[in-house]
């Protein structure tokens, strides 16, 4: 194999209950990565498509990625990447987990794959360290092992794959306003009271519990997050305006994505999500605001081969 | 039917990663608990074997517990209680909720059982209130429905029953001091920092997804109490020597049972629970302390009938 290219998928991130535990990998939207083997040694990205991004491979977080693995490798030829980038960075659907998960994983078949996924995360985390300042594996797990993902320890490198209830499905709204997570993090208090810990924790304990049982009721109503949630709010227009109008059209459960600003609805079954989108839209187009709006099934596969020769 | 004879169980609440959510339900050890119909209305408590406790019906669990079951009905008649105790108040193995869940069973049963074992829970919570002074729910769930059993939220009254993976057994050691659940929770404090919050958290959530996958391995590494164990240990003899004889013994883990002063190591097989059950022997023989050691299995079906006519 000489190249390769590959569809790296959207993801969200908490899950409000799961504040950088959980994380669910999207269909459709994402970032296409292509990656060629060269006979120079070393990474180069050539160019980005669809955003302004830099190409320094100390900067850009695709390069980053791409250094970490090859250090643990004794390869002898080098790599040239091109991005396509399906996702904006900084709208909370996982920018930079999409382009640092997907440069690994095109490497690690180009080299014949000596890393499992799971093996990969470690590397794709270092561009979500130069993205955030911090080594977070929530996205970056979901894209690479896709469904629903768990991050118990991620200095242990201790992550895995929950089970999926096959009629969930998401609607997400993203408002143009850009929310660097470093920003989104600073709001977020340093302490907790015990009894807020308790009903916090006892809220992703159910989460997962739901995930296994299949009970849907209980997914939605553990899908509360009474600790970070009503700090990160302030920062996105109509946050509760736009949940209120999710549940009450039927969504399971509704909260911020990431580190926001995109709002996630889950819901059961597509035609709801679809339902659940259109109120979204109602909300936004009385503000002077860009937007986006999708609907997406979990995508149980993640990262995956486009083509390659 | 005019008497019955149940046999309520000890539990161990919190298991390490679940402050007030979880518990488990145990087998052998327990109180038997007998009540019989009286033609006048009202509960007594006629006698209590095995322990010096009130009769007084206001102030013994058994009573409170019952009489918030009748404040929901319109009978007629009246009961009257035995209790002998297998489980010594303050030991941290449920004692309150054997007595409190066992008296609303029985008498549930005498009247034709109008609630279900889930509905009992929040009657036998009142017998927690007198015990403890709050009402927690994580003990007599697991004595009414049997197994490892979740408190999301014990204001809302819900709780739901987990998986039990068959080999799982428990070591528990009672060493003979007495704790009383309000003194053991002043030791707690108030805050955590959100970093521990995401690990407490995230071990309660990676442990309800080993209990469903039955990965044991998963199960003991993520039974970790970064929050409460540091506080509360102190207050029980020689905690950490035996928890490091327990954990080089091969238990899965080992922990505080509830509020102390009891420790539990689960372990994979009764023969391992065995071995380690000998281990806390041997710390404890070195001291000039009573202690008492069992073995127990995961007891998933709960509270039982012994007889009746």
Do not use: W
């Amino acid at each position: 194999m000489k190249k390769i290219k590959v569809f790296s998928p959207a993801s969200i991130a908490n899950l409000s209950c799961g504040y950088d535990v959980l994380g669910v990998c999207l269909e459709n939207i994402g970032d296409e990565i292509t990656v060629k083997k060269t006979k120079n040694k070393g990474v180069t990205i050539k160019n980005i498509q669809g955003q302004n991004l830099s190409t320094d491979i100390s900067k850009n977080v695709a390069g980053v990625s791409a250094i970490a693995l090859l250090k643990e490798t004794n390869i002898d030829y080098g790599f040239e990447i091109k991005i396509k980038k399906g996702i904006k960075p900084g709208s909370g659907i996982g920018s930079s987990a999409a382009s640092s998960a997907g440069s690994v994983f095109a490497i690690n078949k180009l080299i014949g794959e000596p890393f499992s996924r799971k093996e990969l995360i470690k590397f794709a985390m270092e561009g979500e360290m130069i993205a955030s300042g911090y080594r977070h594996a929530d996205n970056v797990a979901a894209v690479l092992l896709g469904g629903f993902t768990f991050v118990r320890n991620s200095v242990m490198h201790d992550y895995f794959k929950l089970n999926t209830p096959i009629e969930l499905a998401f609607a997400v709204i993203h408002p143009k306003i850009e929310l660097k997570t470093k920003d989104s993090r600073a709001v977020v208090k340093k302490n907790v009271t015990i009894t807020d810990m308790v009903s916090q924790s006892a809220n992703l304990g159910a989460f997962v519990s739901g995930l296994y049982t299949e009970n849907y009721e209980l997914i939605g109503k553990s899908m509360n997050d009474i600790v970070i949630e009503p700090m990160r709010s302030i920062l996105i227009p109509k946050f509760y305006e736009t949940k209120s109008a999710c549940l009450s059209e039927g969504a399971l459960s509704c909260g911020i994505s990431g580190s926001g600003p995109s709002i996630f609805a889950l819901c059961k079954g597509v035609s709801k999500a679809n339902n659940v989108a259109n109120r979204m839209k109602e909300i936004y187009n009385k503000l002077d605001l860009e937007y986006d709006v999708f609907v997406s099934c979990v995508n149980d596969q993640g990262v995956k081969v486009l083509k390659f020769k």
